[in-house]
């Protein structure tokens, strides 16, 4: 199983940053994409930014210029900066991995290499005004 464990959410006035980390562990062979997902209140998970095994990102509008995505050299612990803030970012922020990772088999004594795609337990970001 891959574990993915995210910190350094919590309270921020509008416009002040923060830093959320997510670290993976397990039996990871490789982690393909890190991202960052965000659930406000009443309202569906919504993608906020990717990162591939290369480097390249993505992000949503809502994201773009005020947000990165960073993963250490590692590849197993992802970062998201949040700076410029507004209420409108409030919301549990999740780590989500995909890649693949050994299993143990059936018969109990091989390794089995498997996809796995994986999610945290998420980190409250609150944003005042």
């Known amino acids: 199983q891959v574990q993915l464990v995210e910190s350094g959410g919590g309270l921020a006035q509008e416009g002040e940053s923060l830093t959320l980390s997510c670290a993976a562990s397990g039996s990871i062979f490789r982690i393909n994409v890190l991202g960052w997902y965000r659930q406000a209140p009443g309202k569906e998970r919504e993608l906020v930014a990717t990162?591939?095994?290369?480097?390249?990102?993505n992000y949503a509008d809502s994201a773009k210029g005020r947000f990165t995505i960073s993963r250490d050299d590692a590849g197993n612990t992802v970062y998201l900066q949040l700076n410029s803030l507004k209420p409108e970012d409030t919301a549990v922020y999740y780590c989500?991995?995909?890649?693949?990772?050994?299993?143990?088999?059936?018969?109990?004594?091989?390794?089995?290499?498997?996809?796995?795609?994986?999610w945290g337990q998420g980190t409250q970001v609150t944003v005042s005004s």
């Open positions: 990162i591939t095994i290369g480097g390249a990102t």
């Open positions: 989500n991995a995909h890649g693949s990772a050994w299993y143990r088999g059936e018969d109990g004594h091989t390794l089995d290499l498997k996809d796995f795609g994986s």
